[in-house]
C-alpha cells in the first residue's frame, strides 16, 4: 500500500541552530512531493514542490531549503532557524490523483525558542 | 491567481446541531478542482472530497454534504446532527494548472469546528 511519513513529529530547536526534517513515501516511485507550513492560526503555505530527483520548486523565499536525494525522499532544511520558522511542517503527495488532492503525513511540529 | 477565502474562522456548536463551514474561491481558469480536509487536533489533514469545475451536483456522503455554486463561486460544506467527533479544523482548497501540468491546490485559512457535547 502506499503511505507517507514524516519525522521527527515534535522537534524543540534553539535560535541558530540547523534543521532537517526529513518524509518519505513507500509503495510508489518518483511521486511529487510537497512541504507544507502552517503557522499558528494560519493556513497553510506551501512551501517546496518536487517532481523528481534533484528538481526543486521554491514558492516562497525564506531561511528554509528542500532536497530530493532519492524519488522517495524528500528533506526540509535550514542552516539557522529564526523564531518565525517555527510552525507545523507538512509533507504531503498527490496518491493515485491527478488533480490536486493530495494526502499528507503526520506532520512535523517545530519551536524554535 | 487562485485564492480561497474561508471567512469563519471558528464556529462553536451545540452536539446534533447542524453547521455550514463557508468557502469561497477566484480563479480565473474554467478548469479548476476543489477540495475539502479535515485536520483533526493530532494535526494529519485528512482528504475528504474533490470536486472538479464542470460538476455542480451537491454530493452528500452520511452525515457530510456539499454545495457546489459556480455563480457564487462557492463550495460550502454541512455537517448534519453534528457530533464531538467532528470537532476539528476544516480547509477549504482550490487546484488549476500550472505549467507542466500539475495540479498544486492553494489552501484557505481555515475554519475551527468546535462542538460541544
Known amino acids: 500500500s502506499q503511505t507517507i511519513h514524516q519525522w521527527p513529529a515534535t522537534l524543540v530547536q534553539p535560535v541558530g541552530s540547523p534543521l532537517s526534517l526529513e518524509c518519505t513515501v513507500e509503495g510508489t516511485s518518483n511521486p511529487n512531493l510537497y512541504w507544507y507550513r502552517q503557522a499558528a492560526g494560519r493556513g497553510l503555505q506551501l512551501l517546496f514542490y518536487s517532481v523528481g530527483i534533484g528538481q526543486i520548486s521554491s514558492e516562497v523565499p525564506q531561511n528554509l531549503s528542500a532536497s530530493r536525494p532519492q524519488d522517495r525522499q524528500f528533506i526540509l532544511s535550514s542552516k539557522k532557524l529564526l523564531l518565525s520558522d517555527s510552525g507545523f511542517y507538512l509533507c504531503a503527495w498527490p496518491g493515485t490523483g491527478d488533480a490536486g488532492e493530495l494526502f499528507f503525513g503526520e506532520g512535523s511540529r517545530l519551536t524554535v525558542l | 491567481a487562485q485564492k480561497v477565502t474561508q471567512a469563519q474562522t471558528e464556529i462553536s456548536v451545540v452536539e446534533k446541531e447542524d453547521v455550514t463551514l463557508d468557502c469561497v474561491y477566484e480563479t480565473r481558469d474554467t478548469t479548476y478542482y476543489l477540495f475539502w480536509y479535515k485536520q483533526p487536533p493530532s494535526g494529519e489533514l485528512v482528504f475528504l472530497i474533490r470536486?472538479?469545475?464542470?460538476?455542480?451536483q451537491n454530493e452528500i456522503s452520511g452525515r457530510y454534504s456539499w454545495n457546489f455554486q459556480k455563480s457564487t463561486s462557492s463550495f460550502n460544506f454541512t455537517i448534519t446532527a453534528s457530533q464531538v467527533v467532528d470537532s476539528a479544523v476544516y480547509f477549504c482548497a482550490l487546484s488549476e494548472a500550472q505549467a507542466g501540468g500539475s495540479y498544486i491546490p492553494t489552501f484557505g485559512r481555515g475554519t475551527s469546528l468546535i462542538v460541544h457535547p
Open positions: 470536486r472538479n469545475s464542470f460538476d455542480e
